[in-house]
């Protein structure tokens, strides 16, 4: 089947067959066939790059072009979000009916708004979570949604993720029973009991356009599934490096999938002498530039430096304690052909894609603290062996396991290369993640009523698969939980969310972090400060994960902690007779400790020597606690605590900023990190109507400003500035980012 045939409008199909798209996969033309393009719900299981997200663009374009719909698109991550808003930006240059151009829209933070402007968008991107948050403020423009598509569907299986992407299909559902849903999952066993629960066809294919051959290898041989056999050399003693050595020789890129984040820096430092060799001149070029991108965002670490190294040798590392602004451009390099070898923990292969010639999994166990090693799932291994082959580079992708004996090879042949991934199982049936759901869905008005609650819950599939009787005693005693939190309210048998309840849905956190909250600003602490509201949000459970406490730094945490224990709102575990308790607090405690460190402005280097802690981490910390301070201050004036409000907020802004209290008006001008500012206020710039007033050449002399940023700032905080100066101003080549690199080097 080819594009022109499609029943799509001409303009669309122009657009596809120009980006060099003629002919239908097969599985595209399956899920034509079951009906995806007349409006029939399709769950669509299909290897990675096999043409999954071509399917929804043709549905998309259908929705919004012909019917004059509205279309929402589900990812788990982020970042993928991200992948997929630029993919769409390809049709705003088509026509509705009305005339006006196709609009695509993204919104993946904020969750306490119903963000009315995303209505006047056609094809919105969003993540799960955040379509959720959008339910829970009943934003009226979802209404109007007539296609869903819903990516990386198997995730339901994931005991965080699964819950909510499981919760929100059944709820567009209810609020749109004519909705037409497109399920896509790389790997999905059971995806006829999937189909089933969305009342959809399932469309299931191991099709994919670069052969895939799954191997093993053991000393010098890898051993296909097909029969084959290849032999590499042995030039180090690692294998997976010798395997990515061999990749490469060979033309193409390697990824290795490391169990850790320390094995997949050590695998990358390890590979970089040996890749180095085989980079050419013209590689070797473009890697020096990708390197200078990398030193030049964020503030600079001894992580930054390393991996900068790194990829001048054509070898990065990719893990979530990566700045996510450095995870952007090696996923860029990567894609472009210029690192060579690239090391991964395996959460890349559930988001990104980053697809190689041959994907290296180093081990097949992975370590959990609390648990030790355990083998990984095989639905975890075919998202990894997913990766292998690049779509029009590769005829064929190759994915390999490393074996250190016989018995191992037999082991890993019988359990992951010959083996059919596991079957996917709601994960909803626990009370602390009903919680949660069973809350926004009264205060949200979805269900008024216990019976209510049941007959929602009974689209779930939870319910499909263990029958909503398997959820009753579970609902009954969240209920009661709710009841006597003072979160909901019964008038005979109706069910109502208090203010508190309500609120606490709205700013989309664990009711249980409310009751934190809620608990600690009511007793407060002997000697309040801003390490009182650090660690109070800290012991909640949604800041998660919390940073651990190594045995080295126990007595350095335990002491901290007793020298601020009038700072603390909850009482202090007795270390003896609950040593997991006292474990668990020193853990909050050192949390609230690195972000007063953040907000003190220690550079990022000295908290991540100091404190263990990654860019990545300290970022999704900051993140977290950013989200639930504002939560706080917001449940503060709810509950009458107006006095400690305004506190809660300003520390919400500094530990976003990551600054002292007197640079908070500068760090909100735009292009002024906590640097700039520093520079700035120790030059006796304190105000905006300092940088007002002051001489543009002052400015301009400052370290790390420089003519293009005291340019951005004269134009934002206005002043008189002279036109020849605006004149030299703009034919400014700013050296900022020398200055930049000089300055934080020292």
Known sequence: ????????????????????????????????????????????ASPTASGKTLVAEFCALKHVLEYGGKVLYLTPLRALASEKYREFRKYTALRKVDGERLSVGISTGDYDSSDPWLRRHDIIIVTNEKLDSLLRHRAPWVEEVSLVVADEVHLINDVERGPTLEVVLARLQQVNPDLQILALSATIRNSEEVAEWLDAIPVTTDWRPVTLREGVLLGDEIQFKDGGATRIKLKTKSPSINLALHAVESGGQALIFASTRRSAVGLAKKAAPEVGKAVSRATGRALERVAESITASGERTRISDLLAELVKKGVAFHHAGLHHAHRR???????????????????????????????????YRRYEPGYGYYPITVLEYKQMVGRAGRPKYDRIGESVLIAKTDDERDYLFQSYVLAEPERIWSKLGVEKVLRSHVLATIASGFAKSEQGLY??????????????????????????????????????????????????????????????????????APRISDLSFLHMVAHTPDMYPKVRVSSKEFDRVALFAEEHSEEFMFEEPDEWADRLSYEEFLGEVKTAWVLKSWIEEAPEDSIIERFEVEPGDLYRLVEASRWLLYASSE????????????KILRLKDRVWKGVKPELLPLVRLEGIGRMRARVLYDAGFKSVDDLKRAPIEKLTSLPLIGPRIAKRIKEQVGGFVRAEEWEALSKGRGTEQQALTKYTNG
């Open 1 to 44: 089947m080819r594009v022109e045939d499609l029943d799509v409008p001409e303009e669309a199909k122009r657009i596809i067959v120009e980006s060099g798209i003629v002919d239908l996969y097969p599985p595209q033309v399956e899920a034509v066939k079951a009906g995806a393009l007349e409006g029939r719900n399709v769950v669509l």
């Open 329 to 363: 451009i090696i996923e860029d390099a990567f894609r472009e052909g210029k690192i060579k070898v690239l090391t991964a923990t395996p959460t890349l292969a559930f988001g990104v894609n980053l697809p190689a010639r041959m994907v290296i999994i180093n081990s």
């Open 455 to 524: 007959e929602f819950f009974g689209r779930t599939f939870y319910a499909y698969q263990y029958d909503i009787r398997a959820m009753k005693g579970l609902i009954a005693r969240v209920l009661r939980f709710l009841y006597k939190e003072d979160m909901i309210t019964f008038e005979g048998d109706k069910m109502h969310a208090t203010k508190f309840g309500k609120r606490t849905s709205q700013l989309y956190i664990d009711p249980v972090s409310a009751i934190i909250i809620r608990d600690a600003l009511l007793s407060r």
């Open 635 to 646: 449940l503060a004036v709810l509950l009458g605590h107006k006095d400690l409000a305004p």
